[in-house]
Nanobody
Framework: QGRLVESGGGLVQAGGSLRLSCAASGRTFSTAAIGWFRQAPEKQREFLAAISWTGGSTRYADSVKGRFTISRDNAKNTVYLQMNSLKPEETAVYYC??????????????WGQGTQVTVSS
């Protein structure tokens, strides 16, 4: 078994930046495509970005394209989400999870606790 642990959230002003980390343990997760998601209060969880095991393929939701960048360091078993030009409406809990492939938002891991991102206006 493995697990994914998110970190790096915090309070940032509108227009600011944060880098989130997703640390993977266990063989299953450390060789999987990984996606980032977020869930705002009273809203459904939404897909943000995904990256393949090799890092050679990525996909982004239209809402974050050009502002967010997903990357991974397999030597550290960590996937990152660099978020720039953050908006107050992007306040949410951010999660990572293993996805079937980069083109799919279907996850096959358990959800962790996520990391809270709060963007002040």
């Amino acid at each position: 078994q493995g697990r994914l642990v998110e970190s790096g959230g915090g309070l940032v002003q509108a227009g600011g930046s944060l880098r989130l980390s997703c640390a993977a343990s266990g063989r299953t997760f450390s060789t999987a495509a990984i996606g980032w998601f977020r869930q705002a209060p009273e809203k459904q969880r939404e897909f943000l970005a995904a990256i393949s095991w090799t890092g050679g393929s990525t996909r982004y939701a239209d809402s974050v394209k050009g502002r967010f960048t997903i990357s991974r360091d397999n030597a550290k078993n960590t996937v990152y989400l660099q978020m720039n030009s953050l908006k107050p409406e992007e306040t949410a809990v951010y999660y990572c999870n293993a996805v079937l492939n980069v083109q799919s938002s279907a996850v096959f891991g358990s959800w962790g606790q996520g990391t809270q991102v709060t963007v002040s206006s």
